[in-house]
């Protein structure tokens, strides 16, 4: 008997966890940091990750500059995740951006740049 009561705890506490998870079903969440400094670089990298390939959501914060992105594991990985990151002109974490790319963001876009509206 206690182990039923035990098991439908768990049970219990496994189906609050997972609809507490907002990550939609089948994807998996990452966070990455970037060199991300206003809401240009959000709109850009939104849009830029938000479409490429099995990404199902990208959400940056410009204040953390860390962009959160929920991904179908099956169609793609994090490594190429990060390297479209770089690719669009910005550090996502240990990856550097993309010399050419960076040089072509707009001036407030750069990297050294603070943090701005
Ligand atoms: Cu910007």
New binding site residues.
Partial sequence: MKKLIIASVFLFAFQLNTKCQDAPKGTEKIEIKTS???????E?LEKEIGFAKGVKKATLNKDTKVITIYYNPKKTNTESLKQKIAQTGYDADEVKADEKAHYK??D??KKG?EIHD
């Fill in positions: 991300a400094v206003c809401g240009m670089c959000k850009r963001l707009p407030c876009c740049v």
